[in-house]
């Protein structure tokens, strides 16, 4: 939550909100669903759960995102309760592949300096 500073950041990321609110100075985006992304179920109000013993009505959970802006666009306070907007960094194949090489690189390095200054040979 804390790299988003501006309204533009926080479209980018959420899109359009839900609901937009104006109190006094402010301007506040709410987003009413799982705007984490790893679902795609928006919430309603009371479904009714069917099964052939009974009946029921599933009960929302309470999940939003809230950003109060000042009057330039900037993000001055945010709320949120049950999202979570972590994420896991995919390092590349190539960069493994690298990192690998690095790493046997460096031990032949350190075993040809050794072999060099403690062998009976020289080049």
Known sequence: MQSFH??????????????????????????????????????????PVNDTTHTSTAIPSNIYVN???????????????????SYTKKISAITNI???????????VVIGIDAYSNGDFSF
Do not use: C
Request: glycine share 8%.
């Open 6 to 47: 501006t309204k533009d950041d926080v479209f980018k990321r959420f899109g359009n909100p839900d609901i937009k609110r104006m109190a006094d100075s402010t301007e506040i985006w709410i987003y009413n669903h799982d705007v984490s992304g790893k679902t795609t179920l928006a919430l309603a109000k009371n479904q």
């Open 67 to 85: 950003f109060i802006f000042d009057r330039t666009g900037n993000i001055i306070g945010y709320k949120s309760n049950g999202v979570d907007l």
């Open 98 to 108: 690298l990192n690998v090489l690095g790493a046997v690189a460096i031990v032949a």
